[in-house]
């Protein structure tokens, strides 16, 4: 008997299928639009772009201008690519438009899908980001589909790493622009932290399509994007403590698999303290729960993590003298990240690497709340429905499941479950033997570079010629993805490498014409390419007899849709495709989550070795094993992002204070009103409110007037005259300041003076907004014990963090007033020395390089100087770039006369 929820939905339809039913009007009015599209000219497919550029620019609805724009886009992508969008792509658009994220099987067409919202929100003018997971696909896709661009009329660049500045701010500048989430979040980081606005590079967040959504948004959103520099170094305490480690015994500490956490006992705790008084790490009386004993402790937790719960060929690989991290969820390689609050110092010590110094942060964000900066936000990917509850609570966004252009005709085995991982893997030859000897094309995906080496070791054994792609071979990622498909072709692929490429099934037809013409470059071209076209076709139908791409996967992951990606590399477009996953009660997630009761029913009911167990109910057990980690995994995000939204909102009022000070064209009102406020503090602070007289430390305010004002003033006097009150005294103090800041900027010149106050307080800005990350860096770590009190930690880290931004408005305050009021222009005495001091350094070096004939160099400077005129550079000798100008301007040399 059906229940009432299955009854409603054969009756009503699910929700997914009423939204792909929604779509279904404007996609008639799409293709009823077409047989006008495709008798434009490629003048009038531009012009037509105009028009509905300057339609939207005069305020009418992008959804109104929608089924014009998607027909527009369809035709030129045809004519640029010979691609033309089937119904599921439109669909796919239009769900991305809406803001949704687009759940389309792998080899739907997503890249293509991606130009048409693209093009429809690139219109207003502000801009379209599409956001891929590596630098190869952003740069292969800008190339790709800024044909279709082009032939728009419309700008499409692309955001890459190390990519000089004019061209990166160009590449900002198009109307839409490919860039990794990383190169994104970064920039956006950076840009926060220059001092002109003509130096930023990103020109707003208006719309981003981000591809492989479920990847950038959920399983990076753990790890933040943070700039940091160096600080002091440490590597001693590092290898000093690396050599502890090796001492623990089992029973000093414990380790938590399913949250990845260790810790000591209390008998470890005892043995640590006796170690590390007899080592002298510890001074003597010390005990390592005193409070000079954090940083110590500090570093042997980090260093303990580092041996029990980072493996080599599993979370990092050592190349080139650095341990360079492993992408957990791609297999790829993650150059220039390094793991934060000196755990990857302690990795590099455990492996006797050269210790790079531990950094301190300057500006950080998580993906998160990145990405939430944006106007509007659609997403696609091959899976996503497992996470729909966090994409809809943390990002606000739909999950619509888009049907395929054809149906699926892959085969999904039920998961063959052995007792010991070696069986498992001699099972797994031989399927790929079997696979191998009737031509079909196997995919297999293993879940670390380890057990992919491990698993090419055993086929070399049996000699089966296999390509191995994992983070050790990433730069031939493309060529191998390319392969993957071919008749009796076997890869290895460490997770989901080569993801956001397409295996096609006979290989890459494009790929090989471009390896035939390399191989035989004065041969014809075009007979280069009827003769590859024609092998391929025939490699093509080879492949689908011998059934289609096997993905044979050799562990299942903590992460359900990770599974799902890897399966749905077969069967697209309809090919015949099959998949199976061979597990083993020794593998992580079996083991983690309780197959001591599986092995011994197992050995209870006689099961033979090589013998797998093969039923539905094992995948269901399974699914639902993966959906309490994906669960748990979820509340750590989330729980993250709450403690991350308290420094996001500090952070939004900082970034925009700067931006607001860099389009400031009266900085001196900025600055006026922080030294008013500063001066009220001052008075609050000497003057308590409320008080008599004779309770007031005038001759303190006196003193605190001439250490931050830099002024002089007979403030005592004034308070001893009959009727004088605080707000006299702010008066007076007001009016004192402004006077000497109106003398300063008449000294210096009005252009100057705002120069020199715009940099100041963007430089204090910034430098208290990195001692206040540090901060609450430091507050987060500790804020945990207070639990232990009945205190609930996320309330008392945002009490905390208010008040701590409270003293960092105030420090603000109080350090620009103070910096602003000792700065002065130079006496014409003191110019003239730090000519002399000029002249004589580079004396000293001249003679250092030309010997005795420097003398006559120094005679000729000394006399330069002795007839010194500010007005005729001339005169000035050779001043260094970094000195200030000796035209008295107060900028730097390279800055004004020294400028190139």
């Not at 360079?324 to 590099?348: K, N, P």
């Not at 006399?863 to 900028?891: H, I, L, M, Q, Y």
């Amino acid at each position: 008997m059906l229940g009432i929820g299955t009854l409603a939905k054969k009756v009503f339809g699910t929700a997914n299928d009423r939204k792909i039913k929604a779509t279904r009007p404007l996609i008639e009015k799409i293709n009823a639009l077409e047989p006008g599209s495709v008798k434009l000219s490629d003048a009038e497919i531009k012009a037509k772009t105009a028009e509905l550029c300057k339609r939207a620019k005069a305020g009418e609805a992008l959804d109104d201008l929608l089924p014009e724009a998607f027909a527009n886009c369809r035709e030129a992508a045809h004519r640029a690519l010979g691609l033309r969008a089937f119904d599921t792509q439109l669909m796919g658009g239009i769900f991305l438009h809406e803001g949704n994220i687009a759940e389309m099987k792998t080899g739907e067409g997503k890249t293509l899908v991606a130009t048409l919202p693209a093009y429809l929100n690139a219109l207003s003018g502000d801009g379209v980001h599409i956001v891929t997971v590596n630098d190869y696909l952003a740069k292969r896709d800008s190339e790709w589909m800024g044909k279709v661009f082009e032939a728009l009329g419309m700008t499409c660049g692309a955001v890459l790493p190390l990519q000089p500045d004019d061209e990166k701010r160009a590449a900002y500048a198009c109307d839409v622009t490919y860039a990794t989430n990383n190169e994104l979040g970064f920039d956006y980081l950076r840009d926060n932290m220059k001092s002109e606005l003509s130096q930023m590079m990103q020109r707003g967040h208006n719309y981003a399509v981000v591809d492989e959504v479920d990847s950038i948004l959920i399983d990076e959103a753990r790890t933040p994007l943070i700039i940091s520099g160096p600080s002091e170094d440490r590597s001693d305490l590092y290898v000093t403590i690396d050599k502890l480690i090796p001492s623990l015994l089992p029973e000093h500490y414990e380790v938590d698999e399913k949250s990845r956490s260790v810790t000591f006992t209390e008998a470890g705790n005892e043995f640590l303290e006796e170690l590390l008084a007899t080592e002298s790490i510890l001074p003597e009386g010390q005990s390592m729960y005193d409070p000079e004993s954090t940083t110590i402790v500090h570093h042997i937790n980090q260093g303990l993590r580092a041996h029990k719960l980072f493996f080599k060929d599993q979370h990092y690989i050592v190349r080139d003298g650095d341990a360079m991290l492993i992408d957990e969820f791609t297999g790829r390689m993650m150059a220039g990240r390094r793991l934060s609050e000196g755990l990857h110092q302690a990795i590099e010590a455990k492996e006797g690497l050269n210790i790079q110094p531990e950094n301190v942060t300057m500006a950080s964000v998580t993906f998160q709340n990145y990405f939430r900066l944006y106007e509007k936000l659609g997403g696609m990917t091959g899976t996503a429905t497992t996470e729909a509850d966090e994409f809809a609570e943390i990002y606000s966004l739909g999950v619509v499941e888009v049907p395929t252009n054809r149906p699926v005709k892959r085969l999904d085995k039920d998961d063959r479950v052995y007792r010991t991982a070696r069986e498992k893997f001699e099972a797994v030859v031989k399927a790929i033997q079997n696979a191998h000897k009737k031509g079909q094309p196997v995919l297999v995906g293993t879940t670390s570079i380890e057990k992919s080496e491990m698993l090419s070791k055993m086929l070399s054994e049996v000699e089966l010629p296999h390509n191995v792609l994992n983070a050790r071979h990433h730069e031939k990622e493309a060529q191998i993805v390319a392969d993957a498909g071919r008749f009796g072709s076997v890869t290895i692929a460490t997770n989901m490498a080569g993801r956001g490429t397409d295996i096609q099934l006979g290989g890459n037809a494009e790929m090989m014409i471009l390896q035939a013409v390399a191989a035989d470059p004065d041969a014809d071209g075009e007979a280069i390419r009827a003769r590859t076209e024609a092998e391929h076709t025939d490699e093509k139908a080879r492949v689908l007899e011998a059934g289609g791409l096997y993905v044979l996967a050799t562990e299942r992951h903590e992460s359900r849709r990770i599974d799902n990606q890897l399966r749905g590399r077969s069967g697209r477009q309809g090919d015949p495709g099959k998949s199976l996953f061979f597990l083993s009660l020794e593998d992580d997630l079996m083991r983690i989550f309780g197959s001591e009761r599986l092995d011994k029913m197992l050995s209870s009911l006689g099961m033979q070795e090589g013998e797998a167990i093969v039923h539905p109910w094992v995948n269901k057990s399974l699914a639902r094993a993966q959906a309490k980690v994906e669960g748990r995994n979820f509340d750590i995000r989330k729980q993250l992002l709450k403690f991350d939204d308290v420094m996001n909102d500090q952070r939004k009022v900082i970034f925009s204070q700067r931006r607001e000070i860099m389009e400031s064209t009266e900085v001196e009102e900025i600055v006026a009103d922080m030294r008013h406020q500063a001066i009220d503090d001052l008075i609050d602070t000497y003057i308590p409110q409320k008080s008599y007289a004779d309770q007031w430390d005038t001759e303190g305010l006196q003193t605190a007037v001439a250490e931050h004002l830099n002024m002089q003033l007979p403030v005592a006097e004034w308070a001893s005259e009959e009727g004088v009150d605080d707000e006299d005294l702010s008066e007076r103090l007001y009016d004192a300041s402004d006077k000497m800041m109106a003398e300063k900027t008449e000294a210096f010149g009005v252009e100057a003076m705002r120069n020199i106050e715009k940099n100041f307080v963007l430089n204090i800005i910034d430098s208290k907004w990195r001692e206040h990350i540090l901060t609450l860096e430091h507050l987060r770590s500790v804020v945990g014990f207070r639990g232990y009190a009945q205190r609930d930690p996320l309330n008392e880290y945002k009490n905390e963090a208010f008040q701590l931004f409270g003293n960092l408005l105030d420090g603000l305050r109080s350090e620009v007033t103070k910096k602003l009021c000792q700065v002065r222009p130079m006496t014409e005495e003191e110019r003239a020395e730090m000519m002399r001091q000029m002249v004589a350094q580079q004396t000293a070096m001249q003679a250092a390089a030309a010997g005795a004939g420097a003398v006559e160099s120094a005679a000729d400077a000394e006399s330069a100087v002795d007839g010194f005129d500010e007005e005729n550079p001339e005169t000035w000798g050779n001043p260094a770039r970094n000195d200030a100008c000796p035209c008295g301007s107060g900028k730097k040399f390279k800055h004004c006369h020294g400028k190139f």
